[in-house]
């Protein structure tokens, strides 16, 4: 299978807005519906393929700053669309953007400032009761809830950052696992087993605690099994194309194992052997730097991360400091040694929390958290 041969060539980067849909929306006229309006009155679109009796439920940008599942999930139409035994098994209903007024304005909220992961008791918002209607008129037998983490997530204290991360969502307050939930982790374990052979050790679990507001673990309690997916940090792939490749290679097994009804061979003890998902790493990190601390030469690191800001219709990554200390058990996807040579930048030695990533590091200068050798 080449990858090439289905990727959607329109979609590109960080920042997918709904008019960069459009004119992939209009070659599935006859595939589309609009289940409702957003906020700022824009179509919230359902694409519907395929003609089996296992429905699956998908949608992505439910957090309108999340794209790369967007992405993806239309690279992995594109395949589905040439497999005639996948169509004659499974019909896929996808909302490739849920949240359309967040994507244009790059937030996770939507135009009334609501995060709509938790917004599934109170259902007070257009978008909200557009996916529910759809999964009410639909009655999937699989969901998938894509989104994107942020690069701050690493696999346990492996040392590795988590690509991509999974989670089957708890029905119950205890977390226990039923029949239903089973039917999730089988599905992501084998999610799972296709990933290990392309990034072995880049695949993260989320912490399981129940939460009602959130429409993985709502869908889960109705009794659908629920597949979350994270789509995270490829090795300086801040555009997230290599990482929008592995959720298409995820999602393709999905399907194959949902085909093949394979439920019984892989399962709970495949699952829980994913390391859970642990806050710690930064952009950049910088270790033994020589700063000037209350008069004091002394040793240290400091860590930068990215602030992401949507400037003429291009996601802009500003590096700013972040921590300076110890760092103790936390990791830079990419990582300097100073080796003892002094911090410098327009206002002295000392490093300050929040300063932007224009800096020294004895004679090398370092600009936005890279090393500048432009002069």
């Not at 209607?133 to 999937?140: C, F, H, L």
């Not at 204290?157 to 989670?167: I, R, W």
Request: with cysteine; glycine share 6%.
């Amino acid at each position: 299978m080449n990858y090439t041969d289905w990727k959607e060539k329109r979609l590109f980067g960080r920042y997918i807005s709904a008019a960069h849909l459009e004119p992939v929306f209009a070659d599935f006229r006859d595939q589309s519906t609009t289940i409702g309006l957003s906020v700022l009155k824009q179509p919230i679109r359902l694409l519907k393929f395929g003609y089996g009796p296992k429905k699956i439920l998908l949608w992505s940008q439910m957090h309108g700053n999340e794209s790369t599942t967007t992405k993806a999930l239309f690279d992995a139409i594109n395949y589905f669309q040439s497999q005639p035994d996948l169509q004659n098994s499974l019909t896929l209903y996808c909302i490739p953007m849920l949240n359309p007024d967040g994507a244009d304005a790059y937030t996770r909220v939507n135009a009334n400032q609501v995060d709509l992961n938790r917004d599934f008791l109170n259902t007070s918002q257009p978008e909200t009761k557009a996916l529910l209607d759809v999964y009410d008129s639909v009655k999937p037998d699989f969901c998938f809830n894509l989104h994107d983490q942020r690069t701050i997530f690493g696999v346990g204290y492996t040392g590795k950052p988590a690509t991509v991360s999974f989670l089957a969502p708890a029905f119950n307050d205890q977390c226990e696992i039923n029949a239903v939930r089973q039917q999730a982790i089988s599905v992501i374990s084998a999610m799972n087993n296709r990933l290990q052979e392309l990034i072995p050790g880049h695949i993260g679990r989320f912490d399981d605690t129940y939460n009602r507001n959130c429409v993985g673990d709502t869908f889960q309690t109705f009794g659908t099994p629920t597949i979350l997916v994270e789509a995270g940090h490829f090795a300086m792939d801040y555009d997230r194309e290599e990482t929008r490749m592995l959720i298409f290679e995820s999602l393709i097994r999905a399907f194959r194992h949902i085909n093949e009804n394979d439920f019984a061979t892989i399962g709970v003890n495949e699952y829980l052997t994913i390391p859970e998902n642990i806050t710690n790493y930064f952009d950049f990190v910088y270790k033994n730097v020589k700063i000037n601390y209350d008069s004091n030469e002394i040793i240290t690191n400091f860590a930068v991360q990215f602030e992401e800001s949507l400037i003429d219709n291009r996601i802009q990554f500003t590096g700013k400091i972040v921590e300076i200390g110890t760092l103790l058990n936390v990791f830079g996807h990419v990582e300097y040694d100073a080796e003892g040579k002094w911090f410098s930048n327009n206002e002295g030695n000392t490093p300050k929390i929040g300063m932007l990533a224009d800096f020294y590091i004895g004679s090398q200068k370092f600009s936005n958290g890279k090393p500048d050798n432009s002069n």
